[in-house]
């Protein structure tokens, strides 16, 4: 088994063979994501190709990686047969397997019975879910989503948010750089304010949820979503310290504020693999911006945590929790 040196907590996979539906749900194709209204995007070979990614890995230091599913095929997996779900999920199952354990999997879910399809990813040895800000269009905390929480909570299953759809359809504005610049971090604020202030993150004390991107906007507008919440501040900053958050926020100045908002022992690395390259290495290296001890909890135990496996097992981890105590 390969030691835990750094694992990466973001990161993404699509393999080939999801299966062709009548609504045209997005698959691989020769390279590229192919959708049912004829739209097609190259994706990097990295995606789909084990061996790459390994060795990208190699170069960039890391020994492990978290890999989810691309968020827009996630995002159709949910209102989709199942059976396109349980493809996504046996494929990133597969891929784990295929790199000898140094890939680590998430699932999704599809919401006709998504109790049933967790278990099975579960058995697969996946350790948790992908889910977005919004899940068809629907905030975090209606009513509706209440028994996908309640699955995961129950079953020890570790949540990932990310933003959907580029962030398009929270703001006044529309284009790549407001969309991806503003909309997907206001995206994952208005998600994180739903699991706070919404309730899910009270009402599911066992659920253990990470947010992209170091949560988009929450660190920062936080304390103004607090003085407008009702009850003591207390018992939000308890919830808010409740999330994992991603190092991926493209700055390494931001990463003190990240630590003060959720504890450096919530704080994950994240690369977005293979999306951003011009990034990969930089987002796995920290050193010099948190003090040793966290940097080195960030590398090994928080997302060890987070994916609900016993660092304890682990003899670098173990040195690393002792030296962030």
Same mark, same amino acid.
């Given at each position: ?146 028994? @996908?929480?309640?699955?995961? +909570?129950? $079953?020890?299953?570790?949540?990932? &948010?990310? /933003?959907?759809?580029?962030? =398009?359809? !929270? ?104 999306? @951003?390259?011009?990034?990969? +290495?930089? $987002?796995?290296?920290?050193?010099? &911006?948190? /003090?040793?001890?966290?940097? =080195?909890? !960030? ?27």
């Amino acid at each position: 088994m390969t030691p835990y040196r750094a694992v990466d907590a973001h990161a993404h996979y699509l393999g080939p063979g999801l299966p062709s539906l009548p609504s045209g749900a997005p698959r691989l194709v020769d390279g590229r994501i192919v959708r049912g209204d004829g739209s097609a995007r190259a994706v990097p070979s990295a995606l789909w190709d084990v061996r790459e990614r390994l060795r990208a890995m190699d170069s960039a230091g890391l020994s492990h990686q978290v890999i989810s599913p691309v968020p827009e095929i996630m995002t159709r997996a949910w209102p989709e047969d199942p059976a396109y779900a349980r493809a996504v999920n046996d494929s990133i199952a597969r891929a784990c397997r295929e790199s000898g354990g140094r890939l680590l999997g998430l699932g999704c879910l599809p919401r006709t019975d998504p109790a049933t399809e967790l278990a099975r990813c579960l058995s697969l040895g996946l350790r948790g879910v992908l889910v977005g800000t919004r899940m068809a269009g629907d905030g975090l905390d209606v009513p509706g989503l209440s028994p @996908l929480w309640a699955s995961c +909570a129950e $079953a020890g299953a570790c949540v990932f &948010v990310h /933003p959907v759809d580029h962030g =398009r359809g !929270v703001l006044c504005r529309s284009g790549p750089q407001v969309e991806i610049g503003l909309g997907m971090p206001a995206d994952t604020a208005v998600a994180a304010t739903a699991l706070v202030f919404g309730g899910v993150l009270a009402r599911y004390p066992g659920l253990r949820v990470l947010l992209a991107h170091g949560g988009g906007a929450f660190p920062w507008v936080y304390p103004r979503l607090r003085m407008a919440a009702e009850g003591p501040g207390e018992q939000w900053d308890a919830l808010v310290r409740r999330l994992f958050v991603d190092t991926l926020v493209l700055d390494a100045a931001h990463l003190p504020l990240l630590a003060h908002r959720f504890g450096p022992d919530r704080l994950l690395l994240g690369t977005d693999s293979p999306f @951003l390259p011009e990034h990969f +290495a930089d $987002a796995a290296r920290i050193a010099g &911006v948190l /003090p040793s001890a966290p940097r =080195r909890a !960030v590398e090994v135990p928080n997302a060890l945590t987070f994916l609900g496996l016993p660092v304890a097992e682990h003899p670098d981890s173990r040195r690393t929790s002792a030296e962030a105590g």
